[in-house]
């Protein structure tokens, strides 16, 4: 994995950050999309853009990036994201504005940024042979077993639903839901999950429907402490949860559920990387 020394040897100044920025997304020679004419555009010297050598169209490789419409250094951004893919617990934004040297409200607004461009990198591969579902509540205050009347769902008042699917071996999904009901639980799996594959989810009566959706279901009932039942658990999800409700409260301390669905983003971007860390913090370079 990359080191901090390293980083900045290879990303020493502005300059060198743009230059990447350009090549990973034109390049030169490049067909100018107002005149046509394909040739070397030229970098400016004022703004951070490149001009066609024969009509002067500007092309600004910073639009359509989480660095557009800063006024934050792009080396400040590569160190970010470098910071972002060398934790397993996140970065907060106090963190993020010790390091960066940025005001906390900056600090803020790169790192949902970078959670959100996080989640579009890593998108949502189709799952498939043994896979693990379970919903949890994010956020909140949890009262009891009491639900008020006409809930479709488990009791929980202010909290954010999660749908968790995970592949065995492969990569994890998440999905915020309405509640626990079988329409906001089952759609995201069979829209996900290719037929024919096996389901292991716990007792919670909506997954039973998947059986008729064309799966193998088997479930374990954590409400009689059953945790595993021969092959049937869901502990592989379970890890998933606990490694981010930790980071949750150890790095952020709390979460709104405006937000939650960028942080899932960001942790299942690392922890389907997590076989080949190495190249995390290119996969981020390359993919704009």
């Known amino acids: 994995m990359m080191t901090v020394t390293e980083f900045f040897r290879r990303f020493p100044d502005e300059e060198t950050c743009l230059e990447h920025l350009w090549n990973v997304r034109y390049g030169n020679p490049i067909e100018c999309p107002k005149c046509a004419k394909q040739g070397d555009f030229y970098k400016l010297r004022k703004i951070p853009a490149w001009a066609c050598p024969r009509c002067g169209h500007h092309i600004h490789p910073m639009q359509g990036t989480p660095f557009a419409r800063t006024r934050t250094p792009l080396q400040k951004w590569f160190y970010a994201m470098y910071l972002f893919t060398t934790t397993r617990h996140g970065v907060s934004a106090k963190e993020l504005q010790r390091q ?25 591969p189709p799952l498939g042979g043994v896979v693990e579902a379970d919903e949890v509540y994010i956020g909140g205050k949890k009262h009891g077993k009491r639900r008020s009347k006409g809930t479709t769902g488990r009791a929980t008042i202010g909290k954010t639903a999660v749908l968790g699917i995970y592949e065995r071996g492969g990569p994890v999904m998440t999905h915020v839901i309405k509640d ?39 479930f374990v009932s954590h409400r009689r402490k059953e945790y595993v039942r021969g092959s049937s658990h869901t502990n592989s999800l379970d890890g998933f949860w606990a490694l981010f409700k930790r980071s949750v409260r150890g790095t952020h301390v709390w979460i ?3 937000h939650v669905e960028k942080y899932l983003g960001e942790f299942e971007f690392r922890h389907n990387m997590r076989h080949t860390p190495e190249i995390m913090f290119d996969r981020l370079l390359f993919a704009f």
């Open 100 to 124: 960066l040297g940025v005001t906390y409200k900056t600090a803020w607004r790169m790192g949902h940024e970078l959670r959100k461009y996080m989640g579009i990198v890593d998108g949502d």
């Open 180 to 218: 626990a009901s079988t329409a906001s639980l089952v759609p995201p799996i069979v829209a996900n999950v290719e037929k024919g594959s096996t389901i292991h989810t716990d007792e919670w009566h909506p997954y039973k429907r998947l059986a008729k959706e064309g799966y193998t279901h088997q």
């Open 256 to 258: 709104s559920s405006k």
